[in-house]
Structure formats: C-alpha cells, structure tokens
C-alpha cells in the first residue's frame, strides 16, 4: 500500500485541500490519504485557529464518503506540540505501507523551521505540491535539498513538466508536483465568513453548516 499523510492545520478544511489531495493520489498511484490536523497550541490559545476539536470534526465531516480519505488523530487529540518528524516516526509504526508526506510548495519552503529538518527527508518520501503565487525556483533556497538543477524547476513552473522525481541518500524519493493550480485558501474563507459573504462552492456545505452552528471563524 501506498498512503499520502496530509498534514495542516485545516482550519478550516475546503474543496482545495480535497481536491489536491485526490489529484495527488491519481497522479502518483497512492492508494490511500490520512488527513492528519494539527492540535491546538499548547500554551497560548491562537486567534483564529479554531479548537483542534471542531477542525478533526469537520475533517471527518469532509472526507466521510470519500473511500480513499481516512483521518488521523494523533495530533489533534495531543495536548503537546507535534513535529512532524515525530508524527512520521509514530505513524511508521502503526501503518504499513510506503509512507509519503503531501505538503503545499508555501508550506515545504519554510522546512528550515521544522524540527529535525535535516532528517525530515529521510523519515518518509515528501510530495510537494505547487501553490499559486509561489515558485518551485525558490526551493533551491533550502540547504537541506539535493541539489536540483535550476532548468528542471524552471521547466516545473513553466508548466513544460509535470513533476520531478528526486531520490535522496536515504533512498526515499522528493516529488515535485505540478499540478493545476487552485486558488482557495482558508484564510480567505475564514474572512469572508467574519463578514457573512457568500462561500460559493469553496467549502463543502455539511462544513459551512458546522461553522455556522457551532460559531466558528467570526459567524
Ligand atoms: P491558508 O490558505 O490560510 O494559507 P492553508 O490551507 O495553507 O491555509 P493548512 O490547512 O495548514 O493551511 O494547509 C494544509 C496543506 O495544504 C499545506 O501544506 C498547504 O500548503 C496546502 N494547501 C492549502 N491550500 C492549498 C492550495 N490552494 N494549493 C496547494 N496547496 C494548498
């Protein structure tokens, strides 16, 4: 089995997240993806994160008839701070299977701040996927990459590539993942929703009900 672990913080979780993680899933063959949300922040209550109980609940809620999405509590239910270095280690001991790590090109260039962010690599194959507004080029920032050359990333942004394998010395792979790009972002609908704007179709309805009901983001 090949299983895709998705982490974030899912706060709160909507169309684009399902939609790369199922276009992710298709393009790369995995058989499986574990949503995993992050727990609350252990010491100072942030501001518009919602409670990591309501963000498991809509996870579960968005993914429910979806066969291939299943969800995993271990850092929602955690009262301590989770690294995914951490998170990896425990899940390869619960799963089988070949574990690979999605991650959003925003997201993987801040991996510097990660904990143990020279062995994260070597835990689990990475899958980054591309986010508007950012550019794969940019990774060559990072000094714990092998070196990619600048022609292949730059074919990657262009959109003259797909996706760009790169195996690492611990003989896990580093995919690169272009796919068509998806504007949404939670941010933007926890905005909207303060301000009683219409969601469109960026959010399941079952997950605007839940926010409505339950007061989330502002409503
Ligand atoms: P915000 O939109 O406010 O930045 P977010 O959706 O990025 O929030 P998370 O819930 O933590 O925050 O995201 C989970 C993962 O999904 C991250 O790795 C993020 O980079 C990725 N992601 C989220 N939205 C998109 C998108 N539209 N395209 C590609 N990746 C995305």
């Known amino acids: 089995m090949r299983i895709g672990l998705f982490g974030g913080t899912f706060n709160p ?33 942030a501001e518009t994160l919602a409670p990591a109980h309501h963000r498991l609940e809509m996870v579960k809620l968005a993914i429910k008839d979806i066969p291939f999405f299943g969800i995993s509590n271990i850092e929602a239910t955690s009262s301590q701070t989770c690294y995914t270095i951490d ?9 089988e299977g070949e574990l690979s790590f999605l991650v ?27 986010r ?13 990459l092998p070196s990619i050359p600048e022609k292949d990333l730059t074919a990657l942004d262009n959109g003259q ?9 611990a003989n896990t792979t580093l995919t690169l993942l272009a796919l068509a790009s998806c504007e949404i972002s939670a941010s933007t609908i926890r905005e909207r929703l303060k301000e009683g704007l219409s969601m469109g179709d960026w959010l399941p309805t079952p997950i605007e009900s839940y926010i409505i009901q339950h007061h989330l983001y502002g409503t």
Do not use: C, Y
């Open 161 to 169: 590539r797909d996706r760009l394998e790169i195996p690492t010395s």
């Open 13 to 45: 979780i909507h169309r684009g997240h399902l939609h790369i993680a199922e276009q992710t899933r298709t393009r790369l063959a995995l058989d499986h993806i574990i949503f995993i949300p992050t727990g609350d922040p252990p010491h100072k209550p």
């Open 132 to 144: 508007p507004e950012v550019r794969f080029t940019q990774i060559r920032s990072l000094p714990m």
């Open 87 to 95: 998170t990896l280690q425990a899940l390869r001991s619960q799963i």
């Open 104 to 130: 959003g090109l925003d997201a993987f260039l801040d991996l510097p701040t990660w904990r143990a962010s020279d062995q994260l690599l070597a835990e689990a194959n990475f899958i980054v996927i591309s």
